[in-house]
């Protein structure tokens, strides 16, 4: 028959000439051979009363019974009233379209911020939009988002009551969009409008002791927490470096240098994205040593009890507060609004204790400053608190032994 004229032997021995010639195999499939080597199996078909060709694949990578299956299916297609040539343009406008969508965006621009965020905080941004908006509106392409559209899917965050998520979200979507217009791939931010526009959240403060007196007592209850030693530990070392949970929790021994006084907390584990500087009191220092014993092993300080690899429960701290009788009335958080309290009642520069709250300086040259001026300030101020807390958590001890 002849669409069988040619053979995957005369195929392959098909040799270039001075100029471009074909290889016919029947029902308007060729093959053909250019001067340079390279060969292409075309389809020559006829719709509406217009002569098309329709470009098959390259030999080798596509065989000749390939090529003859795609002919079928072309074929088959215009039997059907289609058109081979117009349907793979419709295929590739899908598939550029498919890359013009809000989710891929958003994950292309994901990926383009990963050197400038941790990747826990990475992890928080995609973890959000996939939650949230990528079920929504994720399939649209990004130029058919609207402000209603976008408005319709963060409404449904409002009424589940996720006001403080629905702000970063939208927050988020803006700078998805922002980038897409960037990229020529967007005209506008239809997440700028809709600003302010939802019910405000009220934050909620973390439960914090601050009152000199009450927080003696809460450092006595400490002292003789009853539970594991590492808890304590993890207890007293907050208490004295007021850091946050997560950076106490997730410690590891190579940040420290125990001779110099120092523990560097990297970049990558702070909020704020820059390394922090905790120096470390004699008390502090003291936990330490004990704590090396149990946990040296491994590479972090509080490593979790059922998996040394992996860090102390988020929740170890405050339900050990909540066992000492703290619930709702502190938290691990909590310490650093203790501190900030305590430290300004006792005429520390607010400078330095922000400075120590490794809260972030706006002004980026006043910051380095800041690092380099008050090392030394906070260093003096980190003794003096830790024996202010030895002191307020034995007046509690006095007082019970006078009675």
Not at 84 to 111: G, K
Not at 129 to 147: C, D, E, F, H, K
Not at 255 to 261: I, K, Q, R, S, V
Not at 278 to 303: D, M
Request: a positive charge.
């Amino acid at each position: 028959m002849a669409r069988d004229r040619l053979t995957d032997t005369k195929v392959r021995q098909a040799k270039p000439g001075p100029k471009p010639y074909k290889l016919s195999d029947g029902a308007g499939l060729f093959l053909l051979v250019n001067p340079n080597g390279a060969r292409y199996w075309r389809l020559k078909y006829r719709t509406a009363g217009k002569e098309k060709l329709f470009a098959v694949g390259v030999y080798p990578e596509v065989s000749l019974a390939e090529a003859r299956d795609k002919v079928a299916q072309a074929r088959r297609l215009l039997r059907d009233g289609g058109d081979p040539v117009a349907e793979r343009r419709r295929q590739r406008t899908e598939i550029t379209a498919s890359a013009d969508t809000f989710q891929a965006i958003a994950q292309e621009w994901l990926a383009a911020r990963a050197g400038d965020w941790s990747p826990s905080y990475r992890e928080t941004v995609h973890s959000a939009l996939s939650a949230n908006l990528y079920p929504q509106i994720g399939s649209y392409s990004i130029r058919s988002i609207t402000v209603p559209i976008l408005r319709e899917s963060l409404l449904l965050m409002e009424r589940r009551g996720a006001l403080s998520a629905l702000r970063k979200v939208r927050m988020w979507a803006s700078q998805v969009f922002r980038y897409a217009v960037a990229t020529g791939r967007a005209d506008y931010d239809p997440a700028a409008p809709l600003r302010g526009t939802f019910k405000a959240h009220k934050p909620k403060n973390f439960a914090a002791v601050t009152k000199a007196q009450e927080f003696g007592e809460l450092i006595a209850r400490m002292r003789t927490y009853d539970g594991s030693f590492v808890t304590r530990s993890a207890l007293m070392l907050i208490a004295y470096t007021f850091v946050r949970t997560s950076e106490l929790r997730e410690a590891c021994w190579s940040e420290f240098d125990l001779d110099g006084a120092v523990w560097r907390i990297p970049a990558e584990r702070m909020k704020m994205g820059e390394e922090h500087i905790v120096p470390l009191s004699r008390q502090v220092l003291a936990v330490l040593s004990e704590l090396h014993l149990l946990s040296g092993h491994s590479h972090l300080v509080f490593p979790n009890e059922r998996t040394f690899t992996k860090p102390m429960s988020e929740n170890t701290i405050l339900f050990a507060l909540y066992r000492l009788g703290y619930h709702g009335r502190a938290t691990g958080h909590g310490f650093r609004s203790s501190a900030s309290t305590l430290l300004n009642e006792m005429g520390f520069d607010p400078d330095v204790v922000e400075r120590q709250l490794a809260h972030q300086e706006r002004n980026k040259v006043r910051a380095a400053y800041h690092r380099a001026q008050y090392i030394d300030d906070r260093r003096v101020m980190m003794q003096k608190w830790a024996d202010y807390i030895d002191g307020l958590g034995a007046a509690p001890r006095a007082r019970d032994a006078a009675a």
